[in-house]
């Protein structure tokens, strides 16, 4: 055996004997890349991705997790309004939506301003960690243009929380997506948030 052997060549003459097809080592490989693939985007046993949608509101996403549905009625754009909420736990994290029907005349950019500025108070966010860009989301008004802002702020036993909220509006809703935790996953976030449209 060659000493400049690669250690996929060593490892494949371990597994597959010389008498093993071609198209066997081949596919088997194939399996394995794959494989590795899927655990490298986010795909384990912990984060256990499936199609959700929130009751009448035409928004389907992706979560990792089975949810737990709620509703509240909330003071959002200056009147008792009624709150929709999915979420749930996985990998460390929170995984959760809220969608809100605020009717006709309100002002839904201002509405969204509020609403994360009140979020980022209830979490402690050090304004210097605090980031915002647009967010593409299927189907969504473009005005307000959906954003996504991320932050890291303090639970209330004083430990780290990093968190990444998305803000946008479908007519007269308004929508907040958010993603909470001590360490957020790039990989994971980018599943979740990518997988935010409107039917």
Known sequence: MSLFSSPITLISQCIFPARASRWFVRT???LVALTGLLLASGCSPKLNWRDAQPSNSGLTLLLPCKPDQGDKIVPLGGQPTKMSMLGCDAGGATFAVAIADLGDGVNLPEVLKQ???????NMNAMPASTRSRLLRVPGASSEPAPVLVSSQ???PDGST????????AKGSKVVQVVMYASAIEPVAAEIFFASLKFD
């Not at 609403?115 to 108070?121: A, D, E």
């Not at 929380?161 to 946008?168: D, I, K, S």
């Open 153 to 155: 702020g303090q639970r």
């Open 115 to 121: 609403w994360q500025s009140i979020t980022l108070t």
């Open 161 to 168: 929380v990093n968190g990444w909220a998305a803000y946008f």
């Open 28 to 30: 088997a490989w194939s």
